[in-house]
């Protein structure tokens, strides 16, 4: 998935809701499979050292069906899918998850494709996204559930509007039909949890991209609103489906669906980083998580979801960076501002519950077409850290004019949290550093808001010291 950063509009300032009402307590989550699954105890114990030096709440581990299963195009013979003593990749990522756990992270495992061969409805397959089977995958929620007793955070399958992930997105007739896929997927992997003594906990549905084609074929993405609308089984003025086409999308005797307590999102920018407005009304990036809560809303309303009003998880997100990569990378000194404005936007709403970040380590290209893999870590693919772009992720910045001598410093000191002391420092043109005010943060992740008055305010860059390190430097942006 491969949408990231330009530059944030005034526009976009003035959509934003109040930082009164601000999420101030929303976890950092970070994924790195990598360098924590099926590597040396060495290797695990570094990059979690590494990342609770960063100040990282959670890791999110992908729990890959196929991974983890017989690998056969057929069941095998005996096999229990919801005993996880027959599924052979189990070890691996219970030592990785054990590891995560003692060193104090909390984990959130992401039940995700591709499908085991025995799985899908192509057969001959020995891994597969073509239309799998919901009581298999049932069966391996509780399996899962069993097997990671302490885990208490789950997200249930990636990108289902996306055809890698879910197969097909639309039938010949071009009506919706990975809606109808997930729906059966989603209602049978919670009731796999709750069989495995997890209901209680948090199950997250959705891991939707954020942008996708107008256009329904087989093989396209589907725009995560309409993604929403169809799984609800509801048309585009959110009516209810009848008739017709509500057999054609399987919502005929529409049942609620319930066991699910948060939303999960990647809310990718669009390509090299821009936040500038998306394509269509029925796509929402990090600038519109307003539209997800929406289309939350009114399915809850008209009874299409059960619970209260639910959180949205930010559960993967960073930015493809140039270099290395030429054709999808955001210019790689941009990306610091781009990281800490993003992070401000999911701060700022009451309703985001994490923000993410996706990959410690670039994959390295060898080939052109590796540009279509992932370069949006905080290192490069030798391991070295990406400049700016390592120190944004552990203290973010991000500042605003609120005058010609008043500005509002926006900030964390992640790796500490409450009780952090930061120094919030400036300079005009190439002079020295000069502190302008030393607070000590109360919010247990770290997050400050602060305003300042100071001379020349938009001449100056800005810059945070806490606990040894500094972060990028910035200019303050006009409101």
């Known amino acids: 998935m491969r949408f990231k950063t330009i530059t944030l509009t005034l526009f976009l300032l003035a959509l934003l809701p109040a930082a009164s009402q601000a999420s101030t307590r929303q976890l950092s989550i970070f994924q790195a499979d990598q360098q924590i699954v099926g590597v040396s105890q060495a290797a695990r114990d570094a990059t979690l050292a590494e990342l609770r030096a960063l100040g990282v709440d959670a890791i999110k581990i992908q729990l890959t069906w196929s991974e983890v299963a017989p690998r056969t195009a057929r069941k095998p013979a005996g096999f229990d899918g919801s005993d996880p003593a027959d599924y052979p990749g189990f070890p691996a990522f219970g030592t990785a998850v054990a590891d995560a756990q003692a060193a104090g992270f909390r984990v959130m495992l992401a039940l995700s494709p591709s499908v085991p061969g025995f799985a899908t409805?192509?057969?001959?397959?020995?891994?597969?996204?073509?239309?799998?089977?919901?009581?298999?995958?049932?069966?391996?929620?509780?399996?899962?559930?069993?097997?990671?007793?302490?885990?208490?955070?789950?997200?249930?399958?990636?990108?289902?509007?996306?055809?890698?992930?879910?197969?097909?997105?639309?039938?010949?007739?071009?009506?919706?039909?990975?809606?109808?896929?997930?729906?059966?997927?989603?209602?049978?992997?919670?009731?796999?949890?709750?069989?495995?003594?997890?209901?209680?906990?948090?199950?997250?549905?959705?891991?939707?991209?954020?942008?996708?084609?107008?256009?329904?074929?087989?093989?396209?993405?589907?725009q995560p609103i309409r993604f929403l609308r169809e799984l609800f089984c509801l048309d585009s003025s959110w009516r209810a489906y009848r008739g017709r086409a509500a057999r054609q999308r399987g919502c005929t005797g529409y049942r609620k669906i319930t066991g699910v307590n948060g939303f999960a999102y990647h809310p990718y920018t669009r390509p090299k980083g821009r936040l500038a407005k998306e394509p269509t009304p029925d796509d929402a990036t990090i600038r519109s998580y307003g539209r997800i809560t929406r289309a939350l809303d009114i399915a809850r309303r008209k009874g299409r979801i059960g619970g209260g009003r639910l959180s949205v998880w930010n559960t993967e997100f960073d930015f493809q960076s140039n270099p290395p990569d030429d054709f999808f990378g955001a210019k790689l000194s941009r990306i610091p501002d781009f990281m800490s404005r993003s992070e401000w936007i999911a701060y700022r709403n009451p309703r985001v519950a994490s923000h993410a970040q996706y990959q410690m380590i670039d994959t390295p290209i060898f080939e052109p077409s590796d540009r279509g893999l992932w370069q949006g870590g905080l290192r490069f693919a030798d391991g070295r850290p990406k400049p700016g772009v390592y120190a944004a992720y552990r203290l973010p910045l991000f500042v605003r004019l609120r005058g010609s001598s008043r500005v509002e410093v926006w900030g964390a000191a992640r790796p500490t949290g409450r009780g952090a002391t930061v120094q919030i420092q400036s300079r005009v043109g190439k002079g020295a550093y000069s502190n302008l005010r030393s607070l000590t943060v109360k919010n247990v992740r770290g997050y400050f808001t602060a305003r300042i008055t100071v001379s020349r305010a938009a001449k100056r860059q800005f810059r945070l010291s806490s606990a040894g390190h500094e972060s990028w430097a910035t200019k303050a942006v006009s409101r």
């Not at 073509?130 to 298999?136: C, H, Q």
């Not at 059966?184 to 709750?194: E, N, T």
């Open 121 to 222: 409805k192509a057969r001959g397959d020995t891994f597969g996204v073509d239309r799998p089977s919901a009581t298999e995958f049932g069966r391996f929620a509780e399996a899962a559930g069993r097997r990671f007793p302490s885990v208490d955070l789950w997200t249930l399958w990636n990108e289902p509007n996306h055809p890698g992930f879910l197969f097909p997105q639309a039938t010949k007739a071009k009506v919706p039909y990975s809606p109808r896929l997930y729906r059966s997927l989603l209602r049978s992997g919670v009731a796999g949890l709750k069989r495995s003594g997890h209901g209680g906990q948090r199950i997250l549905f959705g891991e939707l991209l954020p942008i996708g084609k107008r256009n329904l074929f087989r093989k396209n993405t589907m």
